[in-house]
């Protein structure tokens, strides 16, 4: 009996429960995997808050990880508040997650991009995505429908608790030597065995560890600041438009001055391709004044 309960007990060693929250295309399947193998090693009870919401209180005894991949909690945020609850919040750049969102909804089989939506002629979301005729344009849905949810609820969260860890996709996607993985397990006080276990999941199941990329229908790119490359000047200042001082509250950036970054990066190359241009024209020109008449 007492070894039983001497084991029990070392299972038991998570000296905090665990809220885990992230938002659509912000790592949120990297992040469930990660903690779910955690909270077995520990011998945690993993929750998942939409799967089990009607039944929390009898799921969420400690210890527990519990997951929320939308960070709306509804009327169990109460839960958040607890004195032996840490949380790690999970955000990433807004323009990555318009991105990201717009190829994933694109290719995805959830079931939720195949019912048709009201509006759109009883087109399914993923096929009033894929009608659109241009990439800008599917963009531009995308701003407007399910990233705008996601983006609103980034925005709403409440910010400054002091259990949580505010954590950010870009610094764990370049955190190779998980340091800042450690600074997060240190926060949610986790011991060192834990921690090393913890390590070691992180390891596992990250695109620049075990984890493979061929085959990983969640997975097109996962890389940081995709925008820099698929933002033009027209779609930075429709981002601008419909998401005003997001990127500031959010910290990824002081003002508004990317975008005229991105104007000013393209007006070389269109210059460059209106002289091309006229090169060619005159090219072809000068080789019809070369040709025989045919007349």
């Given amino acids: 009996m007492g070894d039983k309960h001497q084991k029990r007990e070392s299972q038991r060693t998570m000296r905090n429960d665990i809220v885990v ?3 659509h295309k912000t790592g949120t399947v990297w992040m469930d995997g990660v903690f779910k193998a955690i909270a077995g090693d520990v011998g945690a009870r993993y929750v998942n808050f939409r799967a089990e919401r009607g039944r929390l ?12 991949y939308d960070s709306d909690f509804g009327d169990h945020a109460p839960l958040l508040d607890r004195e032996n609850v840490r949380i790690v919040h999970l955000i990433r750049d807004p323009r990555d997650v318009v991105i990201s969102g717009m190829h994933y909804h694109k290719a995805s089989r959830e079931s939720w991009l195949h019912e048709p939506i009201p ?23 995308e701003m407007e429908n399910s990233s705008a949810g996601t983006l609103r609820d980034m925005a709403n969260w409440r910010y400054g608790r002091a259990n949580c860890f505010e954590a950010r996709y870009e610094d764990l996607r370049r955190d190779c030597d998980l340091a800042y993985w450690h ?3 240190s926060f949610l006080g986790l ?12 390891w596992q199941n990250s695109l620049f560890g075990g984890l493979p990329r061929l085959g990983n229908r969640h997975v097109r790119s996962g890389a940081v600041a995709q925008w820099r490359r698929e933002f033009t000047p027209e779609l930075a200042q ?10 500031q509250s959010l910290g990824y950036e002081t003002n508004d001055g990317w975008a005229r970054d991105l104007q000013r990066r393209e007006e070389p190359s269109l210059l460059s391709g209106l002289r091309q241009l006229a090169l060619d024209h005159w090219e072809l020109i000068a080789e019809r004044a070369r040709l025989p008449s045919k007349f």
């Fill in 21 to 23: 929250a992230t938002h």
């Fill in 191 to 202: 011991d060192a065995a834990e921690r090393a276990l913890g390590g070691q999941r992180f």
């Fill in 119 to 141: 509006g759109y002629d009883n087109l399914t979301y993923q096929r009033a995505l894929q009608r659109m005729p241009t990439k800008f344009a599917q963009y531009i849905f």
């Fill in 57 to 68: 209180k009898e799921r969420l005894h400690s210890p527990f990880v519990l997951f929320c």
């Fill in 183 to 185: 600074r997060i397990m």
């Fill in 238 to 247: 429709a981002f601008l438009k419909r998401f005003p001082g997001l990127l």
